[in-house]
């Protein structure tokens, strides 16, 4: 299910998009998705990558080549189902990589925030500002994924 969840998904996947999915369809725990996670990147068949501060899941070409050995025990049913959650939480899950936030320590001393909004890949927006301590960085970066847009239609009212 999370070979075939990954090679339907337009994007990679976080883990927790992907314990979400299996949990809220009720087709198996928490503690058995990590496992399962855990053991597919063992063996080469999803692959983890940093992206945007967090770690994203795709699926590999050996995962390709293991699901289609596979695919005939994955009920139309179950197919169905990842298919839909998907696209019912798409919007969702693209949302995700639209915002990215981190900050990094200056060579000054004080902290850097960088804030980005994309749109189709393309950024349509890219904040860095300058702040005295981690705590006001961090609290920039946490408030941007809640304020982003409102943020974005301020400037562009008062810069267009």
């Not at 904040?127 to 994924?145: H, Y």
Request: glycine share 4%.
């Amino acid at each position: 299910m999370i070979l075939y969840l990954l090679r339907q998904s337009e994007l990679p996947l976080r883990k927790t998009e992907i314990s979400d999915c299996l949990i809220d369809l009720k087709f198996t725990d928490y503690l058995t998705v990590q496992t399962a996670i855990g053991e597919l990147t063992e063996g080469a068949f999803i692959k983890a990558e940093e992206a945007n501060g967090s770690i994203r899941l795709s699926i590999t070409e050996e995962g390709r080549k293991t699901l289609l050995l596979f695919m005939g025990s994955l009920s139309e049913g179950v197919r169905t189902d990842l298919h839909n959650y998907l696209k019912e939480h798409r919007i969702e899950l693209s949302h995700s990589d639209d915002l990215i936030s981190n900050y990094k320590r200056s060579m000054a001393g004080e902290y850097e925030a960088t804030l980005i909004a994309k749109d189709r890949g393309s950024n349509l927006i890219e904040i860095t500002m300058t702040v005295p301590s981690e705590e006001i960085a961090s609290n920039i970066c946490d408030n941007w994924k809640k304020e982003s847009s409102e943020i974005y239609d301020y400037l562009t009212k008062k810069l267009f």
